[in-house]
C-alpha cells in the first residue's frame, strides 16, 4: 500500500453514502481531496430504491452545525419542523407538555431522513473530485493492501485506494472485514426491544396533532413516539419487547391489536385509520449499540458514524453524532496538514469518550421516555424546576 501520508491527490474511498458518508465526501472534497464514494443501493433520488429505516429524524444543533459549515443548513431546514418540548399522552386525562427549555425557545428539528440524504446526495455530487458509484456493495477488504471487492449488478468490481473510510452503517461490512482480519474487536449489544413504525395521516389536510411536540406515550414496559411530517402526517415509533410473550408477537390477528391500541394507546385508533394494516405488515426493526475499537488501522482504514459507535435511538442522536464525527475529522485534518496517518488516530482520540457517553446517556433516556416522564415524582421535580 502506498504512504497515504498528504495524498490529497490520491483517491479516498468512503464506503456508504448515507447520512454520514455523503457529509464526508463534502468536506473532504472542500479540503481538495478527491473522493469515490460507494453505495450498496441504487440511486435513491431515482425513487427505485428502499428508503432507510425511520422516516423521520430529529436534528439538533450538533448535526446543523456540521450542516452549516458546508451551506447545507438551509436546504436541510427547508422543511423542518421545530418540536420545542415532549407532549405526553398518559392512558386517561389530558396531555403534558413539557418545553425542552425554560422560554420555550430551544427546539429539536423533525426532518425527513429521505429528503436529507437526497439533499447530501446532490452536494456531494456536485463537489468538486467526487464520484459516486451506486449499487457497489462492498464485500470484501483487504487492510493490508487497501483491496475492495465491490458486487454490482455487471459483477464484481476489485478497486484499490491508499485511505478506505467505513461509513457504512451499525452493520458495517468495513467493520466486519478489520474484525476478520484480526485487527478489531467488537461488542455487538443488541436490546430485548424492537420498533415498528406506524402513520397518522392528516386529517382534513391538517395535523391530527400539535406539530410543535414531540409526542410520548409513555406506557412503562412499552412506549410510543410521533414526530411531526412536512405532509401534515405523523410518523409513530412503537417501542416493545422484539420476542417473547409481552411484545410484538403477542398481537396477531386485527382484533388483538385493534384491543391493544383501544385499551393502552386510546387516543390512537381514531387518528390512524391504518393502524390495523401497518401494525401487521410493517417489519419490526432492531435496535443496539455497537462498541468497537480501534476505530483505525495504519492510518489507513477506518469507522465513522454508526459503522464506530451506533447507539439507541432514545437521545435522537445517532445522526447529530455522525454528523459530529466528520466536523471532527475534518479539524483533524487541518490540524495535521491532511496526514491520514496523524488525524485518523487524532479523531478517534478525541471522539471515542464523547460517543461512549451519548451511548450510556441514549440508554438511560429509554428508562426515562418510557418511565419517568409520566411518574408523579418526575412531575413534582420539574414543576419545581420550573416554578
Ligand atoms: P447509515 O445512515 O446507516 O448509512 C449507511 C450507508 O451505507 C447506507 O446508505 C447503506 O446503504 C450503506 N451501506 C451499508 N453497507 C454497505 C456496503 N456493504 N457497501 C456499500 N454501502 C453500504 N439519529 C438522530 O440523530 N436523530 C433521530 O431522531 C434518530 N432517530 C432514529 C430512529 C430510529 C428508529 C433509528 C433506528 C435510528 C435513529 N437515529 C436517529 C440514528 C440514525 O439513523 C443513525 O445514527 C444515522 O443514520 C447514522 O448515519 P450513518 O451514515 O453512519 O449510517
Known amino acids: 500500500m502506498t504512504d497515504p501520508t498528504t495524498e490529497n491527490e490520491q483517491e479516498v474511498a468512503v464506503v456508504g453514502a448515507g447520512l454520514a458518508g455523503c457529509l464526508l465526501a463534502c468536506f473532504l472534497a472542500r479540503r481538495g481531496h478527491r473522493v469515490a464514494l460507494y453505495e450498496r443501493r441504487p440511486d435513491p433520488r431515482t425513487g ?9 429524524l430529529a436534528l439538533s444543533e450538533r448535526g446543523l452545525d456540521a450542516l452549516r459549515r458546508i451551506d447545507l443548513e438551509e436546504r436541510a431546514m427547508a422543511d423542518a419542523l421545530p418540536m420545542r418540548g415532549r407532549m405526553i399522552h398518559p392512558v386517561a ?36 473530485g467526487v464520484k459516486i458509484f451506486f449499487n457497489h456493495r462492498l464485500t470484501g477488504l483487504d487492510p493490508d ?13 476489485r478497486v484499490t485506494a491508499p485511505v478506505i473510510i467505513g461509513a457504512d452503517g451499525a452493520g458495517s ?36 396533532l400539535d406539530p410543535g411536540a414531540l409526542h410520548i406515550w409513555p406506557r412503562g414496559t412499552s412506549m410510543m413516539i410521533a414526530l411531526p411530517n412536512p405532509d401534515r402526517s405523523f410518523t409513530c415509533t412503537l417501542f416493545w419487547p422484539a420476542g417473547g410473550p409481552a411484545g410484538f408477537a403477542s398481537l396477531t390477528s386485527p382484533a388483538a391489536v385493534e384491543r391493544h391500541f383501544r385499551e393502552h394507546y386510546p387516543d390512537l385508533p381514531p387518528l390512524a385509520p391504518a393502524l390495523v394494516e401497518d401494525y401487521l405488515s410493517n417489519p419490526v426493526g432492531r435496535l443496539g449499540t455497537v462498541r468497537c475499537g480501534p476505530w483505525q488501522v495504519n492510518g489507513t482504514v477506518a469507522l465513522l458514524g454508526d459503522a464506530a459507535h451506533a447507539i439507541v435511538p432514545f437521545y435522537g442522536q445517532g445522526a447529530n453524532c455522525a454528523f459530529e464525527d466528520v466536523a471532527e475529522l475534518d479539524r483533524c485534518l487541518a490540524e495535521t496538514g491532511d496526514s491520514w496517518r496523524l488525524a485518523l488516530p487524532l479523531f478517534e482520540q478525541r471522539r471515542r469518550e464523547n460517543t461512549e457517553a451519548i451511548a450510556r446517556m441514549a440508554l438511560a433516556n429509554f428508562v426515562e421516555m418510557r418511565d419517568r416522564v409520566a411518574s408523579p415524582w418526575f412531575q413534582l421535580g420539574r414543576r419545581a424546576e420550573h416554578a
Open 48 to 56: 427505485a430504491a428502499e428508503r432507510g429505516r425511520s422516516i423521520n
Open 93 to 128: 386525562g389530558p396531555l403534558d407538555f413539557q418545553p425542552y427549555s425554560r422560554d420555550g425557545d430551544r427546539a429539536i428539528n423533525s426532518i425527513s431522513r429521505a429528503a436529507l440524504n437526497d439533499a447530501l446526495l446532490d452536494a456531494a455530487e456536485s463537489a468538486p
Open 145 to 157: 493492501t487497501g483491496e475492495m471487492r465491490h458486487e454490482t449488478p455487471e459483477g464484481t468490481v
Open 173 to 208: 461490512v468495513v467493520r466486519g472485514q478489520l474484525l476478520a482480519a484480526g485487527v478489531l474487536e467488537e461488542n455487538l449489544d443488541f436490546l430485548d426491544y424492537g420498533y415498528k413504525e406506524l402513520a397518522i395521516p392528516a386529517a382534513h389536510g391538517d395535523f391530527a
